[in-house]
């Protein structure tokens, strides 16, 4: 077995949280910690882990994403995690941009069902991202240097 890793999941609820849950046969293996935000869906299925609520809405609302940079800047600093995974949305920016300040690395997974174009969260965090991972091969036409991992749910 490989080294064990501190690993921070980044996602907002719903169907990203999903996706990145369906990461979990990877991320039980790890020391880990999610942020997402406090919704219903989202305290259900993260029950019984280790968990730091961000601020949401984050879409349109400057006021929250300074909040989640603060929020961001503290954690990061404060664990150093070996390594921060996303699969968006809006709350992924701030984590990503801290992380490339303090040197973490982060890794992006795309979302399964955009295949067209590719997501605004891709799109902002891709330059602060060192693996990017797409699920379909038509994606890897829209991230360059993209890894295809297949379908994770």
């Known amino acids: 077995m490989s080294r064990q ?14 996706q990145l849950t369906a990461l979990e046969p ?6 880990r910690r999610w942020v997402c935000f406090d919704t219903p869906d989202a305290v259900s299925i993260l029950r019984g882990e280790d968990v730091l609520w961000a601020y949401h809405p984050t879409t349109r609302n400057v ?5 989640n940079i603060g929020l961001a800047w503290r954690e990061l600093r404060r664990r150093r995690p ?10 992924a920016v701030p984590f990503f941009l801290v ?3 303090l040197r973490v690395p982060t890794v992006y997974l795309e979302v399964y069902d955009r295949m067209d174009s590719p997501t605004l969260t891709g ?4 330059p602060f991202t060192d693996a990017m991972l797409v699920q379909w091969e038509e994606q890897r036409e829209l991230y360059r240097g993209a890894d295809v991992v297949g379908c994770v749910l």
């Open 123 to 126: 799109r902002l965090c891709r």
């Open 5 to 18: 890793l501190d690993v921070l999941l980044v996602s907002s609820s719903g169907g990203h949280l999903a």
């Open 26 to 31: 990877w991320s039980r293996q790890h020391r």
């Open 99 to 101: 992380a490339k300040l």
């Open 63 to 67: 006021v929250n994403l300074v909040r």
């Open 82 to 91: 070996d390594v921060v995974v996303s699969t968006g949305a809006g709350v």
